[in-house]
């Protein structure tokens, strides 16, 4: 009985120190064959258990995966977010330029009168109709005044602009590059958050003057046609 006893002692101490124990020690005593063979499982057993975490989970690496796989997932939702930012930044830039208002008014514009446009501005009548007033230097070298409606899709009036007092239109210099006219506005309306009045090119072409109204402030930004830059920004009260 305690031969038995102590051969499982030692089996065990053997596994559990990493060693192994050959068939034939298990093996050795009358009828505790048997016996031996559980001593051994149990010490086996006892092996298994130490190969466990503290939680209780066997340390095989399958929580390793598991952790991995929740990373991948955690910096493919990273990606996700960051492309969503992107388009909606995307998005937020649609509108402007080629899809903006101004640029549609200046189109249906110069599809009455083709040459460049020079002077854009938003007026309102006596009676509160608003109507856009587009200036165009023809390509005929004629000046021309185009009146658009206020949602920019009918042209309401087209004429010759014959007008001889207006010597400034004689010497009107066009820039053969740089931002038009509607890159223009939208630059000051960005620099300032005001609403958009009055746009013009000065007689050398080298600026774009706009004027603008907000805040109970009339804002007016110079803006280079060569390179988009404000170059030049002030404010006064509103009086209108």
Do not use: C
């Amino acid at each position: 009985m305690k031969r038995n006893t102590l051969i499982a002692i030692a089996a065990a101490g053997a596994v559990i120190a990493g060693g192994t124990i050959g068939g034939v020690a298990l093996a050795s005593g009358s009828g505790g064959g048997e016996q031996e063979l559980r001593g051994t499982e149990q010490a086996a057993a006892a092996v298994d258990v130490s190969d466990r975490d503290d939680d209780g989970r066997d340390d095989d690496g399958r929580d390793d995966d598991r952790d991995d796989r929740d990373d991948r997932d955690d910096d493919a939702d990273r990606d996700d977010d960051a492309e969503r930012e992107q388009e909606q930044s995307q998005d937020a830039g649609q509108g402007q330029g080629g899809d903006s208002p101004y640029s549609r008014i200046t189109a249906l514009a110069l599809s009455e009168a083709p040459g460049f446009v020079t002077d854009l501005e938003r007026d309102r009548r006596d009676n509160g109709t608003v109507v856009w007033e587009v200036d165009i230097l023809g390509t005929d070298g004629q000046w021309y005044d185009v009146e658009i409606s206020e949602d920019g899709t009918e042209v309401l009036r087209s004429h010759l602009d014959n007008d001889d007092d207006d010597d400034d239109d004689d010497r009107q210099v066009i820039p053969d590059s740089g931002i038009d006219i509607v890159e223009a506005i939208l630059i000051a309306e960005q620099h300032t958050g005001a609403v958009f009045k009055d746009a013009d090119l000065d007689d050398d072409g080298r600026h774009w003057e706009i004027e603008l109204r907000g805040d109970g402030y009339e804002h007016e930004v110079e803006v280079s046609v060569a390179t988009g830059e404000v170059i030049a920004y002030e404010k006064e009260n509103d009086d209108d």
